[in-house]
């Protein structure tokens, strides 16, 4: 991540609106603030209007225009909508739900990443698309696709998807002795005699194999990457000099996101923090103070995840400017939110905050997603918002490069694979204790950097491992070139690579779990000693040569602690959460601060930014040296400051 | 609505019962002074037992013998429960659910009303049971079908519903221009070249087009109607003389009911009080005290909206006697329930009440279904009330006609369709606000006309539109003809012919809604002011140059008056919506009552009607002017008075 | 039932684990004091692996090294799991869901009990099984298949099982008039005119007849029977002198254990109190502290139900000794319950008690299912546990023969089936009332027989009916046979063969049903008189000549006596059941003692057992009379005491 000037974008579909208003739209664009614009992602209706005829000049036209008014254009391949007329011609492209049943026509991402002829289609539009626009001076890169896998279309269950995981496990596994040891096939008979015989994971009467369910979504995952890198290798031939990225859907786990990141010159991702906030679990109390500001943590945690999916580099693609449409309750984000997230991201490392999108489009499905401006192209009080951002963004300037965070967190996609197969407590879910490890750790002041398994962890003071069920040989080799403090959480190292149970955490240090219980909500197990608080959820009996610092009433250990590194048996509560994290961060040599529920911290090179998502107004206990670049002190409900540090 | 003598009439089912106890079972109808019954409307496997043999002996002596005694009969087409020979034959007549599976035979309603063949087979039984009753002396009048729609049954996803969807759509927009225009199917690259390619709105991979869905629930709810209409011709053609209805059920808005009403000498609906009421989203709080007396506006506001259905005129042709069979809980109704329903629907103009059943079936699906009788013959406690209002039938006479209410209410069916369709917020229900205004009033003393949008609206002195997002033409001139006061309601003119965004709430008054949130459960945005309350559920943010009557704590209008009419930019919460209420009577100058939770007025002509639903006895504040015809004060818990105004 | 001494058992899968363990596991076995292994039950695809080739050698060996070590082998047919070339050649003996679709392979119970290919290949497969090791000397016994119906697995809806229900129908109706009649099929139009033309009642657009769906239900559990009678016949066939079993699932009703009992030397039922205690709908706060125990009723219900099944005769084959995997949540039973499920089975008259499994199997579905080791070989908590009873079986010596119980009741799976088809208020089950009635006795100290309708009831003391719709005319000559109290619930005698409303009733007492209603959650009828509580979730209104003992408070009869029969006109709460139950108790000259919530006591014979699953320790009110052979007063929490009483 380098020094970089933080930028404005917005999302545009020339072809919703009359071409005579392109001009004045991209002329706004620019007084607005905005400097690049992203089209064409769902165009190819447009585009390809019949088959084979290509209708270039609208977009000829609109990339002119834009690029005229001096906005950079971003180009989105239009393969998340193929047109009737292909779905009509080559029904198989069409993805199969795991009730077996085709999912058709009529919205998006009708398509299934194993059909042979969808490849060939998308490889088709992509290839003239890019020529066509490879190397035109307006057009600065390229958006691979739209949020891959959302509204649940990684797996897809036809018979091409069939056969293509066939193929996959027999180079995978060479023979099918080899799969039937991997999956464990002698349990209920379910031994095969050949690749043939494997079939999806779907439709059985009861749970199928966990082993089986994981390949599926192994598989799946690097057909998504692999589709990716198909449209990337056409784009950089064809667009020398610009960049690729994809625009990641946030809360979004089904397949792997950092692998997909390599291709990428950076990530960018969606950020829609209500939208998020409303499907998140939290308990109604905790709610409360956040239906319209979002959880503080919402935002933050993704965008230190997309840090690091994009090497380093991320933007926000599109950005939540007000209420949107396609969450239980939408509600309408409270005054200053829009500014507070966008001057978030940029905190967070965003190079470009993108909103979506300019103007909210009065038909179709997402008719009630507001934008920057409304239908009848009033601006709209996110679009105010965005004019004072920029105002800003002018006063503040070049923002410094971000240093490494002292604290990491890993998050795994496939530990998340793992603990769906198999939760065991019907509310374990990997995510859920990771995000809640992040809010943990900036509740007490720190940044945090999120990393995969097998990172290097150089330079981190503090690691976290919120739960790595299967624990790789890179993962391990991570662990063991650091001597950063760590605080390890329950079920890691319990799986093998082939979803059996292993000793694996032995290898992290000396605990063997002996027995594991789900907890239903309402039960929990109290931990005392040099911890307090419970176990919830989930809870494990352990033992160990390491020192037990809390123990369960029954004496078994709650968290043990073995040179630098402490485990904690079990999920905890908020309490014992916050107690384990204050003793690691302490044992890591790291300053912490009580931060209200709402209130956030994050540190951008010397700049030092203070984010109040709270109802109430914050005073930092004692004011930051350094001199105030924005806001004020306290810091308002929906507001901010940003302070350069000294030195 | 004329003057009319209250009737009492039942629905018996001959085919059930030996054919030795008709001729006393017609007696006793006539001592428990029934007038009319209803049969045959399930009897197709009886009159049709082979393709082509028609059986009408039995069914000539049961109309005989019923006849004979001097009882009217309704006959019923048998449309509802076409046999399994027919369906065996003609296996295309059965539905098709949105999941893609054909719903099939066991049960009833198990067609298409696409289905050719079906209108085929309809019009060939309907037309041989006419032409052998149509001028039966004792056949007073036919209904047509039953309840259409019920299980679900309006929208068909099968290969005919598709091709008649593509028809109509073709009938409707000309051009497939036109229809991409209209559904705005540039968004997600839709475009279709040909109605060929359409396909129906089920089974895609997510959300599907608003104005797409709308056309189909459109195109459902026409063939419905002309599907009516096509019987209601034949039927007229060999029964001159003899009256045509429908009966609708409750609670069900699938089709256009008023559109089908005009086909009808008289609309009659299916009155189950407890049912509905178990159905209802009631809080917990407000439910407790009418499980087993039904919630006091359900069986009102029904009959307020088929007495325009009928153009005046209404029946109730199924009365819940005791308990049903198909809610989840089946409560029996109190005591002296059935008896205050019945006179209820008289006060609201019913000029007939008939009870589902006569005796209560053994066998079948609806076995637990009370009637009049027991499966033993014996009276059931419902049969006993009825004896009652038999007796008090004969002591009251003849009922003067109903004065048009001081208050219209404006119900739509679209409406209903448009905010399923887009509900925007999870508990957004366009039938449950109006209930809950039609609550309002009525919990102010008030008598309501319901009325479709385009009905003049003369004569009103207040006219409530709970929310209108679609204002036709013709809505807007009947609101132009009335100087009465408004009440109107959140997202009114929000939207387009076409489903689009459009700010048709101008015509309405000067307010311009600028922003819309909807409210998860527990968060509420409280208003102050000349009203007092909050917004639930759903909230708006509004520019306008009316007066705002109350705020929001932003200081953004919460209710807006310009001239007489009054906008409420949210869905009101009881407090807000009994003030705005409040206000908007004084306006139009009506009088108010704050009655309790369980009671409610009721004026026909010079007659003025109380009823008590509730667990305390209720004395009128002032004892009304005029002559106790029936009851007395206080009004006991499940009675009601009933008192002679003077002049 | 005999006198015996308790025997241990244990699952075990020769063919998870390497063939060099066996003998050591085997030796291990018996050092843990087991004499009984069950193997193969799961191992199709071992025995058979290629079509026809049979591959002995390993359960030769498997086999040869268990009986070596002394124990005795009980032999499990694979028909629960055919393997994958099985299901490929012949994919009609997959079920079908009622949803239409095929379920497919990948775990288990994937046939449907209607294919006659599976029928073949199931006696093929049995018959080679029993001939290779009907007469080995280690053989000691089989299990027919394995829980039967699990995974809801008794009903399917493919063209095989309508073929075989039509065919049934014939058989049972001879006439199409006869089966029109059964079913009521005049209602609705559903009248047949040949058996060719029934269709299964699934799939319809709304409720399908209810004597149909019993019927089907009936159809499908006497082929679960016919099934395993094929089985059994191969079996003695081959096997002279062996035993043979089968292993019921708990809390599985879908077909009629009693009647396969018949086939069985003796029944054995798989015990997981936990998992079962998480699936039953108990209030929150009575769960709360039972989590990790279970409910102190749930094993011994099942204990006394199956000791009738097997005629007396019952054996554990699958006790939990850890946590599952299969329940929503899992926890881990407190210390010292797997010691007291397994002496409270041979309280209860189990002859032996088999534990789930040897060594947790760590790949696969059930790879979080705890066993007596972990899958490292070391000996988990249960295990250790396990040797706890070893110890004291040796020192209890022979358990005597259990006595007849005081208290019968009487459990009936048609009930059940006729309760689901038609519950008529969402919350009323069958199952559960039972359980409540046998808490209720066992609260105030009883032992309870669990007796099938048409048992003679000679003997018993006190007969507790909860509730039987169909009265055959075997039980009420059962009934009428003996003259002990007895306590009838609601709805008896409700229903006639054929699911029609009958006044069945009055043969058990002069009451008649003449209104019910079904009570929502939070709705309750207060009782008062000589019994005191209310009823929820149902309630009646009856006509009598019997005594009211209790009345709701519109003076109807709560409870009404007649002779030493005391009927129920509701679903008792708790408080009106244990009055009812101490009046009928106390009536039958019985004893009573008021337990706590989580005490129970249970004689066998000339001993006296009582268990504390409850937080407190219990001491007797007054100490039993004798000596004490295990335990001590006060009984601890999760710990029992056993005294062998005088005489």
Redesign the interface.
């Known amino acids: 991540m380098t020094e970089t000037e933080p930028m404005l974008g917005v999302c545009y579909y020339p ?2 609106w009359p071409e005579r208003e392109w001009a004045s739209d991209a002329a706004a664009m620019l007084e607005t603030g905005i400097g690049m614009v992203r089209i064409g992602e ?5 585009i390809e ?2 088959p084979g005829r290509l209708e270039w000049g609208w977009l000829d036209r609109a990339i002119a225009t834009l690029g005229a008014a001096g906005l950079a254009v971003v180009l989105g391949t ?1 393969t998340a ?5 292909l779905v ?1 011609r080559e029904p198989g492209i069409l ?1 199969v739900g795991a ?12 398509t299934s990443f194993s059909s042979k002829v969808w490849w060939q289609e998308s490889r088709r539009i992509v290839t003239v698309l890019a020529a066509r626009y490879g190397e035109n001076a307006h057009v600065a890169g390229w958006q691979i696709d739209n949020e891959f896998g959302c ?3 990684v797996l897809s269950y036809g018979p091409e998807d069939l056969e293509g995981f066939r193929q996959w496990l027999a180079t995978r596994y060479g023979s099918i002795a080899a799969l039937n040891r991997a ?11 050949d690749f043939d ?1 494997v ?1 999806l ?12 369910r994981l390949d599926f979504q192994r598989f799946a995952s690097e057909q998504v990457v692999a589709y990716a890198a198909m449209q990337e290798e056409i784009l950089r031939a064809h667009s020398p000099g610009r960049f690729v990225t994809h625009n990641f859907m946030g809360r979004f786990f089904d397949f792997d996101h950092f692998t997909m990141g390599r291709l990428l010159d950076f990530a960018s991702w969606d950020s829609y923090p209500l939208g998020f906030t ?1 499907q998140f679990p939290f308990a ?1 109390d905790e709610r ?1 103070d956040f ?2 500001t979002a959880h503080p943590d919402m935002a933050a945690f993704h965008h230190d995840l997309y840090r690091a999916v994009g090497g380093g580099r991320f933007w926000i693609m599109e950005q939540q400017p ?2 949107v ?1 396609w969450a ?5 984000p409270k ?1 200053g939110m829009v500014r507070l997230w966008t001057w978030e991201a940029f905190a967070h490392g965003a190079e470009l905050v993108s909103y979506f999108r300019w103007r ?9 997603h ?1 934008g920057l401006h ?3 192209r ?1 601006r ?2 996110g679009g105010e918002e965005v004019l004072r951002v920029a105002a800003e963004r002018k006063q503040v300037g070049t923002l410094p490069a971000a240093s490494r965070a002292p604290v990491a967190l890993v998050f795994d996609y496939e530990s998340v694979w793992i603990t769906r197969i ?1 939760p ?3 509310d374990f879910d990997q995510y859920e204790i990771c995000y809640r490890w992040y809010e943990a750790a900036r509740r007490l002041g720190q940044d945090v950097d999120i990393v995969p398994p097998g990172a290097s962890l150089a330079g981190y003071r503090a690691v976290l491992v919120p739960g790595l069920p299967y624990l790789s040989d890179a993962a391990l080799r991570a662990f063991a070139a650091t001597d950063a403090a760590m605080l390890i959480g329950p079920r890691s190292g319990s799986k093998s690579q ?6 694996g955490l032995a290898a992290m240090l000396p605990v063997r779990v ?7 909500p ?2 929990a197990h109290p931990v005392s000693g040099g911890l307090t608080g419970a176990a919830i959820r989930w ?1 494990e ?1 352990v033992e160990t040569s390491g020192t037990p610092l809390a123990c369960f009433a ?1 004496g078994s250990a709650a968290a043990v602690e073995a040179g630098a590194r402490l485990y904690l048996a079990g999920w905890p509560d908020a309490a014992l959460l916050a107690d384990a994290m204050r003793h690691v961060l302490a044992r890591a040599g790291l300053e912490t601060i009580d931060l209200p529920a709402g209130v956030r911290l994050r540190r951008r090179g010397g700049l030092l930014f203070a984010f109040n998502y709270g109802p109430d107004s914050w005073a930092p206990p004692s004011p930051p040296k350094g001199a105030l670049l924005l806001g004020g002190t306290p810091v308002a409900p929906q507001d901010f400051a940003c302070w350069r540090l000294p030195g």
């Open positions: 072809e919703h769902f165009a190819w209706s447009r209007p019949e239009p909508t193929p047109p009737k007329w009509d993805p009730d077996g049943r085709v999912r058709g026509f009529g919205s998006r991402r009708h509204h649940d279309t999956w464990g096939s002698v349990f209920w008979s379910a031994e095969l005699r015989e079939c994971p779907n439709g059985a009467v009861t749970e199928t194999a966990p082993a089986a409303e109604p409360a239906i319209e007000g209420p449409n239980p309750f939408n509600p309408v005054p909210q489009c009065p038909f179709g499905q997402e008719q009630m507001a409304r239908p009848d009033s709209s009080a198999q065991q407590g019907a082939t979803f059996a149970i292993t000793d002996t027995q594991v219980a789900s907890l239903r309402g039960l809870r009996w029954d």
